[in-house]
């Protein structure tokens, strides 16, 4: 629990102020329990609701009509002057100022204002009035015959540094309790102007308002297809096939049934499996689990939105995907306009690009060969792209095109590590894809970087898409769509597929692909095979990232900024750390 000796022995300081305030607490005629750890205290008001209810208020108009408040919170600010002092309180993520004179509340209540510390949580009643320096603040007096404090809980653990709050950003993720009462972004004016000669605090990012924003985010979601006549329903979360996605899945065990199981990847099969039952418009917030690496965009754990709608297909989906984007960032933030990772995005306004178009146009502009679409209408002509393109490359020549080299290598590794390694075709278009846009993410040709501003990418090739509808005219084609926003996929839907025969031939294609060691290949689903036997409607569905949207909508630039836990490596104990120094050093 301790993580130095000197918070071993603040911890016993304030274990003593605690027993003196039991001791205090005995004269009022308190048991120990109520005096160290009550368990309630009957507040008039919030802090939120008195600042909403009372800020406009000038001295005058609180001098002349006194109000009664009684409110509770915790400790981040306090000072005592001889017989008098101030101090802030903090509840729901804003601020309020609280003064306490000797004369008014009398020599014990004062002795246990003086035992305080920085955390502590009381609650005090008094009248609201305003100091020299203009603060709305309560005037700390009995009322009703109830005590004009009241102690709640002592925090046995010193706060961060008041002027620099909980910096440490991994301390911040292992100790979310703290960064969320400490780094709410609430004004902390010095405690008192009259009073005190501390410089101002400095600003701290507002993490609460981040989670705030995420709940508001998922009440404007609900509130959206609610009213377009979804269903929001629950799926397992334990399943014994993997499937709905390309993923490495977690693996548990069952020990009443003997059973092993995969933690849900998607909730895909088992929605459309209720678009089968009749249920045309359902939709699922649930929590995926996919065993892959960490990054500022990926966490193993993390929350989907994922919604299917019988009779439409892929387009419709597409204009409902823009539709809902805009309805949250309105609902959330007042405006389409949002600010991420540097730069400004205007949420009304998609770009729609298929993937070959994406493609040629992310094309070095001057290349000596420009692809074309029929480049990508069979895997010869496709191959013989990807054998002009490699020709680029020339590591050796340093003033040579920096966009041709780079050019030239990416055709290099889908020649050498896709197409003859033997996979299909339409895999290493996506995968040229996936390389042309990270080229231009890294500056390669001078120009605003693809993907910031809402962009949808169409037509997949099948190889990479094994649960969408083949396009009726190009059979190595299918309708699905991803969408892009701060350089980053969102939303990924398609036209679901509902032939049962296709289908199973889709997942025996997989099944060979895992064979050849693809780990996120998808598993043969039998039950879902039969579900399609009973009829699956002409579907599209679709899987939009909640965190993914929350950074968006924040500014946030991790994952684990919008996650309250995230997932993070055990933590080393000093001492284990020292011991482990000291044996590499020895060696």
Request: proline share 5%; glycine share 8%.
């Amino acid at each position: 629990m301790y993580e130095s000796e000197f918070e071993k022995n603040l911890y016993q300081q304030r274990r003593d102020k605690l027993q003196l305030i039991a001791a205090l607490g005995q004269l009022e005629g308190l048991s120990h329990a109520e005096a160290t750890y009550p368990n309630h205290y009957a507040a008039s008001h919030t802090i939120p609701e008195i600042r909403a209810g009372y800020d406009l208020l000038t001295a005058e108009q609180l001098d002349t009509d006194p109000i009664l408040v009684s409110i509770a919170g915790r400790i981040m600010a306090i000072r005592v002057q001889g017989k008098a002092g101030f101090a802030q309180l903090q509840q729901g993520g804003q601020r309020f100022q609280i003064y306490v004179r000797k004369d008014d509340v009398g020599e014990n209540t004062f002795a246990l204002y003086k035992l305080l510390d920085l955390g502590d949580h009381i609650g005090v009643r008094g009248h609201l009035f305003r100091t020299r320096t203009g603060e709305l603040t309560v005037h700390v007096g009995s009322f009703d015959n109830l005590p004009a404090l009241t102690f709640l809980t002592k925090a046995m653990l010193a706060l961060p540094d008041k002027y620099h709050g909980l910096e440490d950003t991994e301390l911040r993720y292992r100790q979310r309790y703290v960064d969320l009462f400490m780094n709410t972004g609430a004004a902390k004016p010095a405690t008192s102007g009259e009073t005190s000669n501390e410089p101002a605090e400095p600003e701290t990012p507002n993490v609460r308002e981040v989670f705030v924003k995420r709940a508001a985010i998922l009440r404007a979601i609900r509130k959206f297809f609610d009213h377009r006549g979804y269903l929001e329903v629950e799926t397992p979360m334990m399943h014994q096939i993997a499937g709905g996605a390309a993923a490495q899945p977690f693996t548990t065990h069952h020990n009443a049934l003997d059973l092993d199981l995969f933690l849900r990847i998607a909730p895909e099969l088992y929605l459309k499996r209720l678009v089968v039952g009749g249920m045309d418009r359902v939709y699922e917030i649930n929590r995926n689990f996919r065993n892959e690496g960490i990054s500022t965009r990926h966490n193993p754990e993390f929350t989907m939105l994922e919604f299917y709608q019988a009779y439409a297909n892929y387009h419709d989906l597409m204009t409902l995907s823009e539709e809902l984007v805009i309805c949250v960032a309105k609902e959330v933030n007042g405006s389409t306009i949002t600010h991420f990772n540097g730069h400004e995005i205007d949420l009304s306004n998609w770009t729609r690009l298929s993937m070959r178009e994406a493609i040629m146009k992310w094309w070095p502009p001057n290349a000596p060969i420009q692809p074309t679409e029929d480049d990508f209408s069979s895997e010869q002509k496709f191959r013989a792209l990807i054998n002009e393109g490699e020709k680029f490359a020339d590591p050796e020549k340093s003033s040579f095109d920096r966009a041709l080299n780079r050019l030239g290598a990416d055709c290099h590794f889908v020649r050498e590590f896709v197409l003859d390694k033997g996979a299909p075709y339409g895999k290493a278009i996506s995968d040229l894809f996936e390389l042309r846009a990270e080229a231009l993410r890294g500056g390669e040709m001078g120009i605003e970087e693809p993907l910031i501003q809402p962009t949808i990418i169409y037509d997949f090739p099948l190889a990479v898409s094994p649960l969408s509808k083949i396009k009726p005219d190009e059979p190595d084609w299918v309708e699905r769509f991803e969408f892009y926003i701060g350089g980053f996929e969102v939303g990924n839907a398609f036209s679901e597929l509902n032939d049962p025969d296709d289908q199973r031939t889709r997942f025996e294609q997989q099944m060979a692909e895992k064979a050849r060691g693809d780990d996120e290949a998808h598993q043969m689903d039998e039950d879902y095979v039969r579900a399609l036997g009973y009829g699956l409607p002409p579907t599209a569905g679709e899987g939009i990232g909640i965190d993914r949207l929350t950074m968006l909508l924040t500014d946030s630039k991790s994952i684990r900024d919008v996650i309250l836990f995230p997932l993070l490596r055990p933590q080393v104990k000093q001492a284990e750390a020292a011991e482990t120094k000291h044996g590499e050093s020895a060696e």
